[in-house]
């Protein structure tokens, strides 16, 4: 909105929300709307960010319950293992057969995680779940505490965007049915100011 006082035009803040004879209902709501959408955008967002994180902390606090490290040994020289090309700790380690006892007290072997050119027989630690079979290790420290931020972070935004979304729509469809009016209004005044111009 802008005043046409002066040689240029300046825009009024907070015009839709003060007393001037060219404000319309229609104006007044579409900034309740506004108000409304920004309000609710920041608590959703937030509240549904800070659920996300609490739900990914309490996932990781779980699995860390959940695992536990057993001794075991490599099987096989891990000298010409081939690498892993990304690790949750980004050690850099290489995969390589270990052998460990499960909790019943059986003995298994599969592929973990070891230092590269860890020899045969190198005592190594793995992570059994409760039936003794081979996970990754669960995140902790700042790895754990980036993927909580991240989830957080990625939730409040998704709630806060879907609401101002929402709002946006809302307002888009405000603005049509104020400019049907306002095409509505100018056919009914055009014929009265064609009237006056040829006369």
Do not use: Y
Not at 101 to 119: F, H, I, L, Q
Not at 175 to 192: D, G, I, N
């Amino acid at each position: 909105m802008a005043r046409t006082q002066g040689p240029r035009p300046r825009r009024v803040r907070l015009w839709r929300w003060r007393r001037n004879p060219l404000r319309r209902r229609s104006d007044l709501l579409e900034a309740w709307v506004l108000l409304a959408t920004l309000v609710l955008a920041l608590l959703l967002g937030a509240f549904c960010g800070l659920v996300a994180a609490g739900a990914v902390d309490g996932s990781l606090a779980e699995r860390r319950e959940r695992t536990r490290t057993v001794p075991a040994v490599v099987a096989q020289d891990a000298a010409h293992a081939p690498s892993t090309p990304v690790t949750e700790n980004g050690d850099g380690g290489v995969w390589a057969k270990v052998r460990w006892t499960a909790p019943d007290g059986t003995r298994r072997t599969g592929r973990a995680e070891v230092e590269p050119g860890s020899r045969a027989g190198t005592a190594v630690t793995v992570w059994t779940d409760p039936s003794g079979r081979l996970v990754s290790a669960p995140p902790e420290g700042a790895e754990a505490s980036f993927q909580i931020v991240m989830a957080g972070v990625t939730v409040a935004v998704a709630a806060g965007g879907s609401v101002l979304l929402g709002g946006w729509l809302v307002r888009a469809r405000m603005r049509r049915r104020r400019l049907a009016q306002w095409e509505t209004e100018w056919r009914q005044v055009e014929p009265t100011w064609r009237r006056r111009m040829t006369g």
